[in-house]
């Protein structure tokens, strides 16, 4: 019953994230900021006071807008494998179950939720124990290395 729920409110949040994204972008303003210099250092403040005992919730978002100065034609996260999802998802305590994509977005059913990836963007949408903090770092080192952004947007 759990996994029926999870896919149809996969579904559901794809076609108004895609929409949403669509009309994001048409009025974003570039707020580039290095990703080493900025989110790395964040996160790993952040994940260095996380202990193992520490919960962050029920529900948790992360979401971060990547961009690249250059044109490289490698910047989309789609092009990312699986099995490095799977080692990034081993950080937060969360496994692919099922996986479904269109033209505009790769859609991940987990364990404790749903995970997003657009050319641009990623969203990991989680409940229960995760811990997402412990992911950001991973995650902008792995999207420079597969995809060349060098920005959050």
Not at 6 to 19: E, I
Request: charged fraction near 25%; include cysteine; charge should be negative.
């Amino acid at each position: 019953m759990l996994f029926v729920l999870n896919w149809l409110f996969t579904f559901s949040v794809l076609y108004v994230l895609r929409d949403r994204e669509r009309e994001l972008r048409s009025q974003s303003v570039q707020l580039g900021r290095t990703i080493d210099n900025q989110l790395c250092n964040l996160s790993s403040t952040m994940a260095a006071a996380v202990s193992p005992h520490y919960y962050e919730g029920t529900e948790k978002l992360l979401e971060v807008w990547f961009t690249s100065s250059s044109n490289d034609e490698r910047c989309d996260l789609r092009n990312i494998k699986r099995e490095k999802w799977d080692t990034l998802l081993k950080l937060v305590q969360a496994d692919i179950v099922s996986m479904m994509k269109d033209e505009d977005m790769d859609a991940y059913v987990l364990s404790e939720s749903s995970m997003f990836v657009t050319k641009n963007r990623f969203i990991l949408k989680t409940c229960g124990t995760t811990t997402l903090l412990l992911a950001v770092k991973d995650l902008v080192q792995m999207v420079k290395e597969e995809c060349g952004f060098d920005k959050v947007v």
